[in-house]
């Protein structure tokens, strides 16, 4: 079964929109809670982390906000541009080591 | 620039075919790893390697293997390529006190 569910699986925003992206996991072993971003032609490159014992991350334009109670987490995107349009995969990592497991991935388009 | 380089970008394999997919890492990462990512679906563990000659399965391991000789080298071997397993193959790498992985471009394998 699917491990950390993501959605939506697409998104279109007006550039300069805040996309939000969402996960949902169960497994309270989680720690490590990391952000890929995926162009075509690409494999994923990590874009943003964050561990359990922070509630928010932010690294220029991407926030990460973290709801350790509900289990859940979120990718959002500041001043959304059209080089964002990408596929964005969230996953986790348990703290028995570094295997992820992956959500589905959300396609994201930023129309100019 | 660090690098996981996936030796073919696009592949076409008959039915019944032996398949070999490699994976080089200029790295000196210990742990690596094969996912397959397909739509709907995101990115799916098959096998994965925390060092040479040392290999765990992973989600989907069935009707594949693999092979670690040489800590850069991780291959990922398909015994008796079918129709279902066209996909994107990806390999990763990371080192053990790390968490996040660096990904190659991946394989595209078409089965026919």
């Known amino acids: 079964q699917q491990q950390v569910k993501q959605s939506p699986q697409s998104l279109i925003v007006q550039k300069g929109g805040i996309p939000i992206i969402n996960c949902a996991y169960e497994?309270?072993?989680?720690?490590?809670f990391p952000w890929y971003q995926q162009f075509p032609g690409k494999g994923p490159a990590l874009l943003i982390a964050?561990?359990?014992?922070?509630s928010e991350k932010k690294e220029g334009r991407f926030t990460i906000s973290f709801n350790k109670s509900a289990k859940q987490f979120s990718l959002h995107i500041m001043d959304s541009q059209p080089g964002d349009s990408a596929t964005y995969f969230c996953a986790a990592s348990p703290n028995t080591g570094n295997q992820f497991y992956f959500g589905t991935g959300t396609s994201l388009t930023v129309i100019p | 620039d660090v690098k996981v380089t996936q030796s073919s970008r696009y592949l076409v394999k008959r039915t019944g075919e032996k398949v070999f997919l490699e994976c080089v890492q200029d790295?000196?990462?210990?742990?690596m790893f094969w996912y397959r990512q397909d739509p709907g679906l995101g990115l799916r563990l098959i096998y994965f390697s925390y060092d040479v000659k040392m290999k765990e399965k992973g989600d989907i391991p069935e009707g594949y293997s693999v092979s670690r000789e040489k800590k850069e080298r991780f291959s990922l071997i398909l015994e008796s390529a079918s129709t279902n397993q066209t996909s994107m193959y990806l390999c990763?790498?990371?080192?053990?006190?790390?968490?996040?992985?660096?990904f190659g471009s991946g394989t595209r394998l078409t089965v026919v």
């Open positions: 790295m000196d990462h210990e742990n």
């Open positions: 990763a790498s990371s080192p053990p006190w790390e968490y996040g992985y660096t």
């Open positions: 964050i561990r359990p014992d922070v």
């Open positions: 497994n309270t072993a989680f720690d490590y």
